[in-house]
């Protein structure tokens, strides 16, 4: 394994992310494009809108990278490393492992309560937080990221069998509740839990 390693180069590297990059880019836009792709103030933002741009954005970027590359204009393509140093290896199998493990886990319980063991077990194994650092990061995480998607932008994701948790929380986001009820609701649930930890951890031993 060394030995591919070592042949693995940082300019290989460079051109093989670059057009892997590039062809995700394109099919994401393509498959993007099947659903509305405009904004407008009648109808709001189109479920393919931020995904195609987004994409097209990350195309733009690949393209620049491989024209550097063909050009040498980037320090990466002239350089003749390896791309993966001495001993690194088993956290790329790591890292690879627990990713396929966060994409079959998100079939299954969904991409919210996935992300929350994802999160958890990387930063542990990969940083040196402490351990308050941990939970609080793999709790708030995944709820501004369901505020971000299902609330401000209007996107499901995936939920798999943990969709039914979420009925009380989607018939309150979509009640007649003020605008102000809603912003302290969202206020205790990301605030009211992490501090309960804190003073758990300060008043109990």
Do not use: H
């Not at 140093?85 to 890292?95: M, P």
Request: net charge positive; aromatic share 16%.
């Amino acid at each position: 394994m060394s030995n591919i390693s070592s042949k693995f180069t940082v300019k290989i590297a460079e051109i093989v992310v670059a057009v892997l990059l590039a062809m995700c880019s394109i099919a994401l836009m393509i498959k993007s494009a099947e659903n509305r792709i405009d904004w407008t103030a009648e109808t709001n933002m189109g479920a393919g809108f931020l995904p195609f741009y987004l994409s097209a954005g990350m195309l733009v970027c690949t393209l620049i990278t491989i024209g550097k590359f063909i050009l040498k204009k980037s320090p990466q393509s002239k350089d003749d490393n390896p791309f993966i140093q001495v001993g690194a290896e088993r956290y790329i199998y790591l890292t690879v492992i627990s990713l396929c493990f966060l994409v079959l886990a998100t079939a299954y319980i969904g991409i919210y309560i996935s992300l929350i063991f994802f999160l958890a077990f990387y930063l542990k194994f990969f940083s040196n937080k402490s351990n308050i650092f941990i939970g609080l990061f793999a709790y708030e995480t995944p709820i501004l990221t369901f505020l971000f998607f299902e609330w401000l932008l209007k996107i499901p994701l995936p939920q798999g069998y943990s969709e039914p948790l979420f009925y009380p929380v989607y018939d309150f986001m979509y009640s007649e509740s003020s605008l102000v009820e809603k912003i302290i609701y969202i206020i205790i649930i990301l605030f009211l839990p992490p501090a309960l930890g804190l003073l758990s951890k300060r008043f109990i031993k």
